[in-house]
Every structure is written in C-alpha cells, then in structure tokens.
C-alpha cells in the first residue's frame, strides 16, 4: 500500500527546506535621480523566481537526466535534466542559454508514512508534483548584488506546464553555491562528472548490441563511397523514419551495411548499367542508436545521445580506430542531429 504527500503546496513547503533549483529571469536598471548617472540595479531577486522572462521549457526530458537526488528528510525525488548548451559548454562554467531542469516528485511511502525503497536502495518516484528551471542568458539576473544569482534566473512550473506562485526564496538558496565553477548550482560537479572521458575511438559495443533484425527496417539510401571503393545501404528503423522531420526520438537506430565494390582487373570499381558500384562482399556493418543517457562523453567529443558501434558481418563486436563520433560532429548543426543521411530517411 501506498501513500502521497498532500498536494503541490505541502510539497513546495517541503521543498524550501532543501533548495536545489533551476530557472528564471529579470531585468532592471535606474539612475541616482541628480545628475543622470547609471546606478546598480536597486530590485531584489524575486522569491519564488521570475515567470516575466522564462517559459516552461518545452522538451526538457530530452536533455541529459544527469543525476537523481533522493530527499529522505522531505520525501522528494529530484530529477535533473540538462540541455545541449549546458552539455556543450566548458568544463568549469556553463554557456548561455544553458537550461538546468528539476523535476520534484513525492516519493512513494507505506501505510506508515515510511518511505519505500527499490532494490537498489533508492527512493521510488511515486508523483511529479513541481517543474523547476534555472535559466542562463545574457542580461539576465540584474537584481541587487546580495541576491542577484549571476546571469542565472528561476521558475516554478506544475507538470502540465502552468506557471506556479511560490514564496520560496530561490535566489538566496542558490547564493550558497557562488563560488567559482559552481554556477550556482548544488548538481555543478555532478553535471560535470557526468561527461569527463572522451567519446571512445571506434564506438562503444557496450552500451550497443547488434540488431539482428535491421533488415526489416526501412532501407533510406544507398551510398557509392569513391574515396573508399565503398557501397553503403542506410537502413533506419520505425523510430527513426516517424521523428525524422525534427531531432531524431529516442530509440532511434539507423545501421550502415559496408560493402567493398567490386573491382575490374585495374583495381577500378565496376559499375553497372545506371553508373552505380557494385557490390562484392558485406565487410562491415556499422550502427548508431540514440537513447537517454547515451553520449555520456566531453563536450567537445559527444554526438549528443547517440552512440556508435562497429559489427562483423555475422553480429561479432568489431574493433576499429575509426573516429565514428569525431566524423559525426561535421553533422552537429541545427536540423541535423548528427546523421549523414538524415534528409534521406526523412524522404522516407
């Protein structure tokens, strides 16, 4: 049996007892009022953040869910999701733009009142009760010194996206966390410790397995490779043909049959009747998959949450030096998603 916290009020009640936060915005500016000379900005941060200059921010699940945070003492789940910008920003601070989101979900308790445990010994989310932002843009944040949080600004939001009143004095929760590579934020060394290594030269058949069935996925596009005297077949699966039109959904998979052309007594490529190569053996078979949590690498090496692998013909992991991730970042512009044949399958 099981039981929930009373309503988003308790909860937010519950919550100003262990900030952990995330989003907002502000501006103002005066002058002394005698001689027209510009003065600091004379406002407080706002308690419960500032709704006049951020949005709910839409899609934020689809950001990196980089820790969760289990509040025993308030009997909260806290879920925290960071986008592109804070991802792709230096190792000690965090761009513009950069959008740090917390989900505050009531953990699930007995009959008593006690909280319920999983097997790993974590708190079980039972109901999502807040949507909280910290937002970084150029500008914003233009409070008193005392209670400014640098260019960060907050927000509280109800799951459905509504704006939420709150007296919770997030700005000066967060004034703990201005030291230098913080960025007032409680999770900084988490974000950061979340992405330390490099993407590894060659994918990773750790995370990958090989899909026994991408034959039956749609075949997007066939490929002549001259640099390499190489035909290549694109195949995508159903969740990569349905969300091809924007990013690509979670759980897409798109696989890329190597094959060596075949060659004429001179070592040229055969080509037939339409000018195209012709295939000779299947020597590789190559596969990327986007899942949350994947591309857990440094900034300057992740191809967002896709990973990479590299299968012999009959599914073994195959070894190789080729830098998968590094070739995918040409494709790192917006609409592109990091895939090379990303117009192909969207004409699917």
């Known amino acids: ?201 060659g994918g990773t058949t750790d995370l990958l397995n090989f899909p026994d069935e991408y034959l039956t996925y749609a075949l997007a596009t066939t490929v002549d490779k001259e640099s390499t005297n190489q035909v290549r077949d694109i195949y995508a699966n159903s969740v990569a043909v349905d969300s091809a039109d924007g990013e690509f959904a979670r759980g897409s998979i798109i696989v890329m049959e190597i094959y060596n052309a075949l060659l004429d007594g001179n070592e040229q490529p055969v080509v037939d009747m339409d000018g195209n190569f012709m295939k000779d053996d299947l020597a590789i078979i190559a596969v990327m998959e986007k899942q949350q949590g994947f591309g857990n690498y440094t900034p300057e090496t992740r191809n967002g949450e896709w990973e990479h692998a590299f299968f012999e013909p009959d599914g073994t992991p195959m070894a190789s030096e080729a830098d998968c991730y590094g070739c995918h970042r040409e494709m790192a512009g917006e609409g592109l998603d990091f895939v090379f044949s990303k117009a192909a399958i969207e004409a699917l």
């Open 1 to 201: 049996m099981k039981s929930r916290l009373p309503g988003l009020l308790s909860v937010l009640l519950l919550f100003s007892t262990a900030c952990s936060g995330d989003d907002g915005g502000g501006t103002d500016s005066g002058t002394d009022g005698t001689d027209g000379t510009t003065a600091g900005p004379v406002e407080d941060a706002p308690l419960g953040g500032n709704h006049e200059v951020v949005d709910f921010p839409d899609g934020y699940a689809n950001g990196a869910l980089y820790t969760t945070v289990d509040k025993v003492d308030n009997l909260q789940v806290r879920r925290m999701f960071a986008n592109d910008a804070a991802l792709n920003s230096p190792a000690d601070s965090l761009d513009y733009g950069s959008k740090i989101v917390m989900e505050i979900w009531s953990a699930m308790t007995d009959g008593d009142g006690n909280p319920v445990y999983d097997d790993q010994n974590r708190l079980i989310a039972d109901e999502l009760s807040i949507v909280a932002l910290m937002e970084k843009q150029e500008g914003f944040g233009n409070y008193t010194p005392e209670t400014a949080n640098g260019e960060w600004e907050h927000a509280f939001f109800s799951p459905d996206g509504q704006d939420m009143a709150s007296e919770l004095d997030c700005y000066g929760c967060h004034l703990e966390m201005a030291g230098p590579s913080t960025e007032y934020m409680f999770t900084f060394s988490q974000l950061k410790a979340w992405q330390t290594e490099p993407a590894p030269v």
